[in-house]
């Protein structure tokens, strides 16, 4: 026998009364659980407290502004240091030995991000770690081997890349321009830095043009103090001081020895401009480091370094000393003046 059972109209609307209420409290647990789920996934992708690593080859104070510019950047991004931010700086105090040490330091405090300004110490990195991103500085990265492309770096490497390579002819043309009977010029740079290689061709190219000699003399570590020397003996007309980290530990002392032998030289950093240099033609350095912290706020929010392309610097400025060339007995042309995009009276 079958028996069937018939609801009444009351019982009907108690039944659905009591499914929508075991709907929504499904629904509140389930939101409830997503909620307590979601801060630990935003916690695995951004720490609370960011280690940040930075290492530079000179002193402290001696990278024309880089170190600001990024904690500047760091800032814009809403990290305050001592809150959800730490810096880890070191300084290899001119000493090049010290590098491998004074890395291998930043990554036992199990930094978070290592930032690197120049080929030399973005090398050095790479060889230290293949697990933790670096945010490099430098020049033609795919070039000396430390990205596979600019568009997808590949591994844990990415950041800015300076286009000095390209526009180091412009130092010579400058300079000429400056100094129209310039004939013989000394050319500091570091053979170990791969991009001199690069830049010293550029700038072969252009002396034939410009009818100029050139002597390459050493910054290397161990052989920049004969350089110096060298510079005091010979008779150079001009000076051209290329961009590599550690000629920057030097610059006081250069442009010293430049002013005392009234040789008008030109920098590849602008701060030595600032610092009683003739003229400098760079890349503004404080505002690429502030851009340089966007890849590192981008990485601590989950990004690798891999996925992340690598922006080129375009931007160059001409920066001349009037008071340094009036010491050299030089007249400012006016076409330099109005080329120029910082004018120290």
């Known amino acids: 026998m079958v028996t069937t059972a018939y609801l009444s109209f009351h019982d ?15 629904f509140i ?7 307590a789920v979601w801060p630990l996934t935003v916690q695995a992708q951004q720490p ?30 809403g990290y305050v240091v001592g809150r959800n931010l730490v ?46 991103p670096i945010v490099c500085v430098t020049g033609n990265p795919v070039g000396t081997g430390l990205v596979t492309s600019l568009s997808h770096p590949g591994g844990n490497i990415t950041g800015l890349s300076l286009l000095s390579g390209d526009y180091s002819a412009k130092w010579l043309e400058l300079l000429k321009e400056m100094v129209p009977t310039l004939h013989h010029v000394a050319v500091l740079s570091n053979p170990d830095n791969s991009v001199a290689t690069v830049q010293l061709e550029h700038m072969r190219d252009a002396a034939k043009v410009l009818g100029l000699d050139l002597t390459m003399l050493s910054g290397r ?42 040789l008008p030289a030109i920098y590849a950093y602008s701060d030595a401009v600032q610092n009683g240099g003739l ?47 009036k010491a050299l007995g030089l007249r400012v042309p006016p076409s330099l003046l109005v080329q120029a995009d910082k004018v120290l009276e």
């Open 12 to 26: 009907v609307i108690a039944f659905s009364v009591r499914g929508e209420q075991m709907r929504r409290r499904e």
């Open 29 to 35: 647990t389930l939101v409830g659980c997503a909620a």
């Open 48 to 77: 609370a407290v960011a280690r940040v690593g930075y290492i530079w080859l000179g002193a402290r104070g001696s990278d024309g502004g880089q170190f600001a510019g990024l904690r500047q950047g760091l800032a814009d991004r």
């Open 87 to 132: 810096l880890e700086e070191r300084y290899a105090d001119g000493n090049a030995d010290r590098v491998r040490a004074l890395i291998g330091e930043l990554l036992a405090l199990k930094i978070d991000v290592l930032v690197t300004p120049g080929t030399p110490l973005s090398l050095a990195a790479q060889r230290a770690t293949k697990t933790i």
């Open 221 to 262: 570590p161990a052989e920049i103090k004969s350089s110096l020397a060298a510079m005091t003996a010979a008779s150079f007309e001009g000076l051209v001081v290329t961009d590599d980290p550690f000629l920057s530990t030097f610059l006081p002392r250069i442009i010293a020895l430049a002013a005392e032998r009234r």
């Open 279 to 325: 003229m400098s033609y760079s890349a503004d350095f404080p505002a690429t480091f502030r851009k340089a912290a966007g890849y590192v706020d981008r990485i601590l929010k989950g990004a690798r370094p891999a996925d992340l392309p690598i922006e080129q610097v375009t931007a160059v400025a001409l920066d001349i000393n009037v008071k340094a060339a």
